[in-house]
T-cell receptor
Framework: KAGVTQTPRYLIKTRGQQVTLSCSPISGHRSVSWYQQTPGQGLQFLFEYFSETQRNKGNFPGRFSGRQFSNSRSEMNVSTLELGDSALYLC??????????FGPGTRLTVL | GEDVEQSLFLSVREGDSSVINCTYTDSSSTYLYWYKQEPGAGLQLLTYIFSNMDMKQDQRLTVLLNKKDKHLSLRIADTQTGDSAIYFCAEFTGGYNKLIFGAGTRLAVHP
């Protein structure tokens, strides 16, 4: 069974631009969560989707948004990028909530 | 409140056992996890334990849970150089469908 895939793996943007990251969960998994990892703040929860519905959202500004499609694939969008948005963005998929499997991440650099 | 704490660094000799400790604060946590992260990679799920268990063993890995003290530990037997990585402890709050991570423990294995 294929694992969680994230695209792109690396991204360089400039301040003020917007970016869209994609996550394909493990086949059959309906829950997708997003996390931001930075050296200063560590791993922080962004949001979680289940069957196209956002069930929970972390403490991030409205510039961070996401959605989930009917095939469970998810995208997250960050608008008006700031230097502090530079991070590794990780996606996790789960079927029952107990086993959360992570993808390799997308490393975003904002210049 | 939600808080997970880990020591930041552990150095062991190859062949010895490693013990990584973690404390958490949310008594409603349903599952507690250990993840491994190697440089430039995502998070690899090592093992997890349900909150009503005391111990779980999986090959070289042993997880001990003291629910009264909210203390979790991961023991790696016969530690190898390939075990060098950052290990994250995380609690899963089912009501919010999210993982709360510790800051990670960097394990260095030397000959």
């Amino acid at each position: 069974k294929a694992g969680v895939t994230q695209t792109p793996r690396y991204l360089i943007k400039t301040r003020g631009q917007q970016v869209t990251l994609s996550c394909s969960p493990i086949s059959g998994h309906r829950s997708v969560s997003w996390y931001q990892q930075t050296p200063g703040q560590g791993l922080q929860f962004l949001f979680e989707y289940f069957s196209e519905t956002q069930r929970n959202k972390g403490n991030f500004p409205g510039r961070f948004s996401g959605r989930q499609f009917s095939n469970s694939r998810s995208e997250m969008n960050v608008s008006t990028l700031e230097l502090g948005d530079s991070a590794l963005y990780l996606c996790a998929s789960s079927s029952q909530g107990n086993e959360q499997f992570f993808g390799p991440g997308t490393r975003l650099t904002v210049l | 409140g939600e808080d997970v704490e880990q020591s930041l660094f552990l150095s062991v000799r190859e062949g010895d056992s490693s013990v990584i400790n973690c404390t958490y604060t949310d008594s409603s946590s349903t599952y507690l996890y250990w993840y491994k992260q190697e440089p430039g990679a995502g998070l690899q799920l090592l093992t997890y334990i349900f909150s009503n268990m005391d111990m779980k063993q999986d090959q070289r890995l042993t997880v001990l849970l003291n629910k009264k003290d909210k203390h979790l530990s991961l023991r790696i037997a016969d530690t190898q150089t390939g075990d060098s990585a950052i290990y994250f402890c995380a609690e899963f709050t089912g009501g919010y469908n999210k993982l709360i991570f510790g800051a990670g423990t960097r394990l260095a294995v030397h000959p």
